[in-house]
């Protein structure tokens, strides 16, 4: 079993729409959650950190359920500028080591 | 500042050359990684650095062999490397887990290495 997993998609959605990912975890000793974003041919940056009390950054909004052991990433009013793969990332309890989702590709289309 | 800087931006070699990558942060993180990517696939953990010694080696070939000559520097030396070593090689830094127990990675923006 995978460590994180990821409904790759793609998901395509229209301009203004609410799209929602989740994003499972096997091991409940795992210590951070992390949502990063990577556009085509570019290296994954953060987009937020994941909370157990949950967390909102302007049209993002990000939630940890420990005891289902599931991560979502809520996108509000999407824009075309959102278009891109939302890379779901845990740190385990092993030292040092991120895990790595596959990854969903959003496609934003106006 | 979160910048990691990586040279070079691309590199195309043979199979019997020998080539570096290059990695730098000034954020003062004390935990360094290699990973690589390949098109479509998430990035694949190789190496991790932690305090300037090797803590993870994620069963690389020996072609890769990685460097840590000091906490703000990491590089990756390549040697004999096959057509299907071909990716985008990502460095990354974080504060490191002993001393921060909500670590955070940055990524640099990669080389992308061919393999003739």
């Known amino acids: 079993r995978k460590e994180v997993e990821q409904d790759p998609g793609p998901f395509n959605v229209p301009e203004g729409a609410t799209v929602a990912f989740n994003c499972t975890y096997s091991?409940?000793?795992?210590?951070?959650f992390f949502w990063y974003r990577q556009d085509c041919r570019k290296e994954p940056k953060l987009l937020m950190s994941?909370?157990?009390s949950g967390n909102e950054d302007g049209r993002f909004t990000a939630q940890l359920n420990r005891a289902s052991q599931y991560i979502s990433l809520l996108i509000r009013d999407s824009k075309l500028s959102d278009s891109a793969t939302y890379l779901c990332?845990?740190?385990?309890?092993?030292?040092?080591?991120?895990?790595f989702g596959s990854g969903t590709k959003l496609n934003v289309k106006p | 500042d979160t910048e990691v800087t990586q040279t070079p931006k691309h590199l195309v070699m043979g199979m019997t050359n020998k080539k570096s990558l290059k990695c730098e942060q000034h954020?003062?993180?004390?935990?360094m990684y290699w990973y690589k990517q390949k098109a479509k696939k998430p990035p694949e953990l190789m190496f991790v650095?932690?305090?300037?010694?090797?803590?993870i080696n994620e069963s690389v070939p020996s072609r890769f062999s990685p460097e840590c000559p000091n906490s703000s520097l990491l590089n990756l030396h390549l040697h004999a490397l096959q057509p299907e070593d071909s990716a985008l090689y990502l460095c990354?830094?974080?504060?490191?887990?002993?001393?921060?127990?909500?670590?955070?990675?940055?990524f640099g923006p990669g080389t992308r290495l061919t393999v003739l």
């Open positions: 650095y932690s305090y300037e010694k090797l803590s």
């Open positions: 994941v909370y157990s």
């Open positions: 990332v845990v740190m385990g309890y092993n030292f040092n080591k991120f895990y």
């Open positions: 990354a830094s974080s504060q490191d887990r002993e001393t921060s127990s909500t670590d955070t990675q940055y």
């Open positions: 091991n409940s000793a795992s210590q951070s």
């Open positions: 954020m003062g993180h004390r935990a």
